[in-house]
């Protein structure tokens, strides 16, 4: 299955700062702590698995703004 | 096609302008719960479309910089006072959605009374108290919500009930009050948590919008870098410690106020002229309204405290007062009384003045040769500049300025006293433009003098002006 039908969350690297609130928050365990560092020196956090279910309760946990938005597929049919 | 069901909320500014260099992030460190609870409120407030009419009150703490986030109205009140703040807007503006964000140590600790008596009023307002249990922004002092045994910078052997006190649950102070619709406390321990926490914040909004009264939400906000541990950590030491503490629920959901407000239109209004004889300055009023404006007049004075740039600042409103304009007077100073730089923004008008600040002025009255410097290239082109020329040697420098150069300060020496020399510049201005006229100008001074004895004196200064400015213009 390609990206387009599944749901997605995008952690903008800029504004993560690496806390791993969302990783705890997702049901599915989607999110990781990558390897790279961002400019403020955060490892931030990445999507990791596509088990995504758009819930957003990472988004509601991020204490930063916008740093993730999250993307729900398109409705079958649609 | 993909759609974006969860985004950086609308009334958060796109990118933020703030000192420190990011302007992507917040200033808050890494899991810190403001940021969470921000997230929340700026959703609240877009899903209530109440973007346009939100003040929000920042406090004193880590969160003082919500301006730098929120793109709505916001105030930063003094430590604590943000409920008095909140209670003043609400008062005179009755569409404004007036938030009041405060941490433990401003509400609990130096506000405690601007809280308990804003919620015993039941204002209706909306009061997001987050509770860290720490003082964050100072580095980690013992706050009055502190639990027992919980080891801070001031309490370096755990909080002991015997020195310093029990925590303090505000939500169940609150609640002993009667007239507060609404109070809930919440946490942000856990996913799930935050969910609830995003429907108290958006029930105490939407109370406001429907107009209940008073609504309370304390929530329970982990302080990662101050408790010593990871974001992780800290939620989980926020649910094992802080929630047997300050247990999360619900303590009050009225559907609706406890008591039926005073409807304004109703209440008789006092009349100006009333409150002025209550005031005992009814007889005094000077009443001219002769003047007609070319242009609004948005002034600038500024000088050396002790120049008196101050005082005549408020000597020129009054007379635009007096001549039946429209008129605003905004002070600003150094924390030096004498010999420190100052100056007053006045705007003078036919109509409402929106703001009192004045960056751009169109008359600029300078009594030294630094003020000079700071404020000659803000002036408007077409505007006006003048200089008190024996503090300020050079000439000014702009040609799309009209500029006038009197010795002020050697002319008011020469009468006696130094400090009028402010008056015989504002005397050559009234002169030049018409704002205000001589004649106001002396009525209004004895009003405005507190030293009787030095009325004769600026009655001279006056009498200077127009001679110099018969001489020269």
Same mark, same amino acid.
């Given at each position: 299955m390609?990206?387009?039908?599944?749901?997605?969350?995008?952690?903008?690297?800029?504004?993560?700062? $690496? %806390?791993?609130?969302?990783?705890?928050?997702?049901?599915?365990? %989607?999110?990781?702590? +990558?390897?790279?560092?961002?400019?403020?020196?955060?490892?931030?956090?990445?999507?990791a698995v596509r088990k995504c279910i758009a819930c957003g309760l990472c988004f509601y946990t991020c204490p930063e703004f916008g740093a993730i938005t999250v993307y729900k597929k398109p409705r079958k049919g649609a | 096609?993909?759609?974006?069901?969860?985004?950086?909320?609308?009334?958060?500014?796109?990118?933020?302008?703030?000192?420190?260099?990011?302007?992507? /992030?917040?200033?808050?460190?890494?899991?810190?719960?403001?940021?969470?609870?921000?997230?929340?409120?700026?959703?609240?407030?877009?899903?209530?479309?109440?973007?346009?009419?939100?003040?929000?009150?920042?406090?004193?703490?880590?969160?003082?910089?919500?301006?730098?986030?929120?793109?709505? $109205? =916001?105030?930063?009140?003094?430590?604590?006072?943000?409920?008095?703040?909140?209670?003043?807007? #609400? #008062?005179? =503006?009755?569409?404004?959605?007036?938030?009041?964000?405060?941490?433990d140590g401003d509400l609990a600790g130096i506000g405690m009374s601007q809280i308990v008596h804003a919620a015993n009023r039941g204002e209706n307002i909306t009061v997001f108290f987050i509770n860290n249990a720490i003082y964050g922004m100072t580095g980690g002092q013992m706050a009055p919500t502190t639990i027992l045994g919980q080891k801070t910078v001031t309490t370096p052997e755990g909080r002991n009930a015997a020195n310093e006190g029990f925590p303090i649950g505000m939500a169940e102070i609150i609640s002993s009050l009667q007239a507060p619709v609404f109070i809930?406390?919440?946490?942000?321990?856990?996913?799930?948590? /935050?969910?609830?926490?995003?429907?108290?914040?958006?029930?105490?909004?939407?109370?406001?919008?429907?107009?209940? $009264?008073?609504?309370?939400?304390?929530?329970?906000?982990? %302080?990662?870098? !101050?408790?010593?541990?990871?974001?992780?950590?800290?939620?989980?030491?926020?649910?094992? !410690?802080l929630e047997p503490v300050f247990p999360v629920g619900n303590l009050r959901?009225?559907?609706?106020?406890?008591?039926d407000r005073v409807d304004k239109k109703k209440v008789a209004r006092i009349s100006n002229k009333k409150i002025?004889?209550?005031?005992?300055?009814?007889?005094?009023?000077?009443?001219?309204?002769?003047v007609q404006l070319q242009e609004e007049q948005n002034i600038k004075i500024a000088g050396f405290g002790g120049q008196g740039v101050l005082s005549t600042g408020i000597l020129l409103a009054n007379c635009a007062i007096a001549e039946g304009l429209k008129t605003t007077w905004l002070p600003s100073y150094g924390a030096e009384m004498r010999g420190g730089t100052a100056n007053a923004s006045i705007?003078?008008?036919?109509?409402?003045?929106?703001?009192?600040?004045?960056?751009?002025?169109?008359?600029?009255?300078?009594?030294?040769?630094?003020?000079?410097?700071?404020?000659?290239?803000?002036?408007r082109p077409g505007g006006a500049i003048y200089v008190n020329s024996s503090l300020a040697p050079r000439k000014v420098r702009r040609e799309d300025?009209?500029?006038y150069h009197i010795p002020v300060s050697d002319m008011a020496n020469n009468l006696?006293?130094?400090?009028? @020399?402010?008056?015989?510049?504002?005397?050559?201005? @009234?002169?030049?433009? +018409?704002?205000?006229?001589?004649?106001?100008?002396?009525?209004?001074?004895?009003?405005?003098?507190? #030293?009787?004895?030095?009325?004769?004196?600026?009655? #001279?200064?006056?009498?200077?002006?127009? @001679?110099?400015?018969?001489?020269n213009c």
């Open positions: 390609g990206l387009e039908e599944k749901n997605f969350i995008e952690i903008n690297p800029k504004r993560c700062k $690496g %806390c791993a609130a969302c990783i705890v928050a997702c049901p599915h365990g %989607c999110i990781e702590i +990558g390897s790279e560092i961002n400019q403020m020196g955060y490892q931030f956090a990445r999507f | 096609m993909h759609t974006i069901k969860h985004q950086k909320a609308r009334s958060l500014y796109p990118t933020f302008e703030r000192k420190a260099p990011g302007a992507d /992030v917040s200033h808050y460190c890494p899991g810190c719960g403001h940021g969470t609870v921000h997230n929340l409120i700026a959703e609240a407030i877009d899903d209530l479309g109440i973007q346009d009419r939100t003040i929000f009150c920042s406090p004193v703490g880590c969160s003082v910089f919500a301006y730098y986030y929120f793109d709505v $109205g =916001n105030i930063q009140c003094a430590h604590g006072r943000a409920p008095a703040v909140a209670s003043a807007i #609400r #008062r005179t =503006n009755e569409e404004a959605i007036v938030i009041s964000y405060q941490g809930e406390r919440v946490s942000l321990a856990n996913a799930a948590k /935050v969910m609830k926490a995003r429907m108290a914040i958006r029930k105490a909004l939407r109370n406001q919008v429907d107009k209940k $009264g008073f609504s309370f939400v304390e929530i329970l906000s982990p %302080c990662p870098v !101050n408790w010593k541990m990871t974001a992780v950590e800290a939620r989980r030491w926020l649910e094992n !410690n959901d009225l559907p609706k106020g406890p008591f002025l004889e209550i005031l005992g300055v009814g007889e005094e009023e000077v009443h001219a309204g002769t705007n003078i008008s036919h109509t409402t003045i929106g703001s009192p600040i004045v960056s751009f002025p169109n008359v600029l009255m300078v009594m030294n040769l630094p003020s000079l410097d700071a404020f000659e290239d803000t002036v300025v009209a500029a006696g006293a130094i400090q009028s @020399a402010s008056v015989i510049l504002l005397t050559v201005y @009234a002169l030049v433009s +018409g704002a205000i006229t001589i004649e106001t100008l002396q009525k209004v001074i004895p009003l405005s003098i507190k #030293r009787k004895n030095l009325v004769d004196l600026n009655m #001279r200064a006056i009498e200077a002006g127009i @001679a110099w400015y018969g001489e």
